[in-house]
C-alpha cells in the first residue's frame, strides 16, 4: 500500500511543478525590471539580431551592457511604462551595434541558447514594437516552453523527481528560465543528462536506444551549452562502466583490477609520488602556478566576496540571480539549502555503485576548481578587484549560477546505499517545495522593486 502511494504521488509531480512554474515565471516575466538578468542588454541584442530586428539601446538611453541601473531614474519618475513600452525601437543595422555587431554562428551555443527567445522577441514585436513589449513577451515564451520540457524531464526520470522540482523552482532557475538568457538551455541540457544517467542505471542494462540518446544528447551539450557543462558528459562513460562492474560482480567474475593488499598499497603510493613530482615539475617550469594554486585555496577558504557581490556564491548558487541588484535576504539562501538537502536525502537509496557516486563527487568538485581556475586572469568591468585583494589573491568573475546545475550530481552520491542518512516524508518536503517556491520568488520581485525605488 505504501508504494501504491509512493507511486501516485512521484506521478503528479510534474504536474504540480508545472502549474507551480507557469504562475511563478508569468509573475516574473512581466514583473521584473527589463534587463535583469547578468548581461541583460547583450542577450536582448543578440536574440533581437537572430530575429532580424538589431536596434538601438541607446534610443532609450541603455549601453549594451548588464544592470538595471539606467531604469531607476524611470521607475522613481513613474515614467518606466512610458519610456520602455509606449515608446518603439529605433531599428539599426547588426554592424552597428556594440558587442555583438554580427551573428553567432548557427551551430554553437550562444546561437542555440538564444533562439527560443529570438522567437519570443520576434513574436513581441509584431504584438508592439517597443523594447518593453518584447522582452516581456520573450520572457513569456522561454519560461512556458522551458518548464514545459523540465516538466517533461520529470515525468520521465526515474528517481529524483523531487530534486529536479525543487531546484527548478530556486529563484536563481525561474529567473533565468524567465530571460533571454543561453543559460536557460544549459540548465535543461544538463537534467536532460541527469534524466538519461539515472533511467540508465536503473534500467540495469545497455541497448541500443539507450546508446544513441547518450551520443545524441552528447552532441547536442557539446554544440548547445556553456563550457562547463560539457564536463557531465563524463556520467554516461561512468554509468557504462558502473553497470558493466556490477554485472561482472552478479556473475560472479573478479573485478578487471584485482589486486592483493600489498600490491594495492604498492600502486598507491607509487601514483602519489608521481603526482607529487609532476606538480613539482610543473611548478618549477612555470612558477605562476603556485601562486594560482594559492588563490583557488584561499577562494574555498576565505570569504574575499562579502555582501551583495555577484561573486557571493552562498546567495548566489540558488536565491539571487544577480545579487548586487537583487538584495535577496541571506535566509533565502539557507533556506534553500536545506530543503535541496531533505529532497535529496527524502529519495530512496538507488545507487549501489560506489564508483558512481565518487565519480559524479569529483566531477562536482572539478567543475568548481575548473570555474575558479578559468577565472584566474579575470580582472574586468564590474569585477576589477582593489590592490590588495589582488595580493591576498581574490578571483573574480565567477557566478553562483554557473554551479547551480551540478547540484543533481550530490545526489548520486547521498542516494548510495551506503549511505544511511534519510528524510522519510516526501509529502512533506513537497509541501515545502511549493510554499518556499512561491514565498522566495515573490521576496525577489519584491526586493529587486523595493531596491530600484529606494536603494
Known amino acids: 500500500m505504501k508504494r501504491i502511494e509512493i507511486d501516485r504521488f512521484e506521478k503528479n509531480l510534474h504536474k504540480i511543478y508545472f502549474a507551480v512554474a507557469v504562475v511563478i515565471g508569468l509573475v516574473l516575466s512581466i514583473g521584473m525590471p527589463l534587463f535583469s538578468e547578468p548581461d541583460g542588454q547583450w542577450h536582448y541584442s543578440v536574440s533581437s539580431n537572430i530575429a532580424g530586428l538589431s536596434n538601438d539601446l541607446s534610443a532609450y538611453g541603455e549601453p549594451v551592457g548588464t544592470g538595471t541601473g539606467v531604469q531607476k531614474s524611470a521607475y522613481q519618475r513613474e515614467n518606466w511604462f512610458e519610456k520602455y513600452f509606449e515608446n518603439q525601437i529605433v531599428r539599426m543595422p547588426i554592424e552597428n551595434i556594440p558587442r555583438t555587431n554580427s551573428l553567432p554562428p548557427v551551430l554553437n551555443f550562444n546561437f542555440l541558447g538564444h ?41 520521465y ?67 548547445g551549452t556553456k563550457t562547463n557543462i560539457k564536463i557531465l558528459i563524463g556520467l554516461f562513460p561512468l554509468v557504462v562502466l558502473a553497470l558493466f562492474l556490477q554485472h561482472r560482480k552478479d556473475l560472479g567474475k573478479p573485478s578487471l583490477i584485482n589486486l592483493s593488499r600489498k600490491r594495492l598499497i604498492i600502486f598507491s603510493v607509487t601514483g602519489i609520488g608521481l603526482l607529487i613530482l609532476a606538480f613539482i615539475m610543473a611548478v618549477t617550469l612555470k612558477p605562476s602556478l603556485l601562486f594560482s594554486v594559492y588563490r583557488i585555496v584561499i577562494n574555498f577558504t576565505v570569504n574575499l566576496a562579502p555582501g551583495l557581490s555577484t561573486n557571493n556564491m552562498f546567495i548566489g548558487l540558488l536565491a539571487s540571480l544577480y545579487p548586487g541588484y537583487n538584495y535577496m535576504p541571506y535566509w533565502v539562501a539557507g533556506a534553500w539549502y536545506i530543503l535541496i538537502l531533505l529532497a535529496m536525502l527524502v529519495e530512496d537509496k538507488f545507487v549501489n555503485s560506489k564508483l558512481l557516486s565518487v565519480g559524479a563527487l569529483g566531477i562536482f568538485i572539478a567543475n568548481f576548481i575548473g570555474v575558479y581556475h578559468g577565472f584566474l586572469t579575470f580582472l574586468s568591468g564590474g569585477y576589477s578587484p582593489a590592490p590588495n585583494t589582488v595580493v591576498v589573491g581574490s578571483i573574480y568573475g565567477q557566478q553562483g549560477r554557473y554551479f547551480t546545475p551540478f547540484i543533481p ?47
Not at 509541501?431 to 529606494?454: E, W
Open 115 to 155: 533562439a527560443i527567445p529570438a522567437f519570443g522577441v520576434w513574436l513581441g514585436y509584431h504584438i508592439y514594437p517597443s523594447i518593453g513589449v518584447m522582452i516581456v513577451v520573450g520572457r513569456l515564451v522561454s519560461s512556458l516552453i522551458a518548464s514545459f520540457v523540465i516538466c517533461m524531464i520529470i515525468k
Open 157 to 223: 526520470v526515474k528517481r529524483a523527481k523531487l530534486l529536479f522540482m525543487a531546484l527548478s523552482l530556486t529563484p536563481v532557475i525561474t529567473a533565468t528560465t524567465a530571460s533571454l538568457s543561453y543559460d536557460t538551455l544549459s540548465y535543461i541540457a544538463a537534467l536532460l543528462i541527469f534524466m538519461i544517467t539515472i533511467n540508465v542505471y536503473e534500467a540495469k542494462f545497455i541497448n541500443w536506444k539507450y546508446v544513441v540518446t547518450m551520443l545524441a544528447t552528447s552532441v547536442f551539450v557539446m554544440i
Open 409 to 455: 550530481l550530490l545526489a548520486l552520491v547521498l542516494a548510495n546505499t551506503s549511505i544511511k542518512l534519510s528524510v522519510i516524508s516526501k509529502r512533506s518536503v513537497l509541501y515545502l517545495t511549493v510554499g518556499l517556491a512561491f514565498v522566495s520568488n515573490f521576496i525577489l520581485i519584491f526586493a529587486t522593486l523595493f531596491g530600484i525605488h529606494f536603494l
